[in-house]
Each structure stands twice: as C-alpha cells, then as structure tokens.
C-alpha cells in the first residue's frame, strides 16, 4: 500500500557531501513523522535523524552540526543533507516514516529498501 524509496547513496572521499532523498508513494492519506537511519556492518539499526509533520528535527550526537534532515510534504519526500563526511558514516543509510493510508484511522511504520553510503578515507 506504501512504499518508500531512497535514493542518493554512492562513494565519495572523506569530507565530500551527498543528499539523500526518500520518496513516499501509494495510498497515502497523510505522513507524520519521518526520519533517516543507518546500519553498518556488524552494527544495529540506529537513528541518525527525525522530522516531525510540524518540522521539529532531532539527531543524534555523532552527525549533529553535519547533516540536515529536511522534508517537502507537498511531494510526500524526506531528505538528508550530508556534509563534512567520515569514514565512520559508512552504513547503508535507511528512510522510516509513520504513514496513515486512506484506508485505516492509524498510523503505521514504514521502512524504504536501504541506499549505501560509502565514505572512502
């Protein structure tokens, strides 16, 4: 019924930049909190940054100050601004976002298939 795909991952040097972008599509009826995630290998799932519908940010301690989560409720997209990268944001990055379909009263979660970002040092 949702889908979410990212898009904007690749390999770039240390300190270079990359813009991710997820785009939600299906029976949508509206979107409320968004955010980006990451898993590198060996390691769990964790958050790197959040949107709320009424764009209040949250991000964790390691890419504050660097990335900037954003979003464009008009085109149902999140996106994450990537600067000033490092080897350690090597992970493949995953989009997430609480969506309420036109057929249910609730929100679920959904998760997009991954992009992976390489940070080559």
């Known amino acids: 019924q949702v889908q979410l795909v990212e898009s904007g991952g690749g390999l770039v040097q240390a300190g270079g930049s990359l813009r991710l972008s997820c785009a939600a599509s299906g029976s949508i009826f509206s979107i409320g909190d968004m955010g980006w995630y990451r898993q590198a290998p060996g390691n769990q799932r964790e958050m790197v940054a959040q949107?709320?519908?009424?764009?209040?940010?949250n991000y964790s301690g390691s890419v504050k100050g660097r990335f900037t989560i954003s979003r464009d409720n008009a085109k149902n997209t999140v996106y994450l601004q990537m600067n000033s990268l490092t080897p350690e944001d090597t992970a493949v990055y995953y989009c997430n976002a609480g969506v309420r379909t036109r057929y249910r009263s609730t929100y679920s979660n959904y998760w997009g298939q991954g992009t992976q970002v390489t940070v080559s040092s």
């Open positions: 949107i709320t519908s009424t764009d209040s940010t």
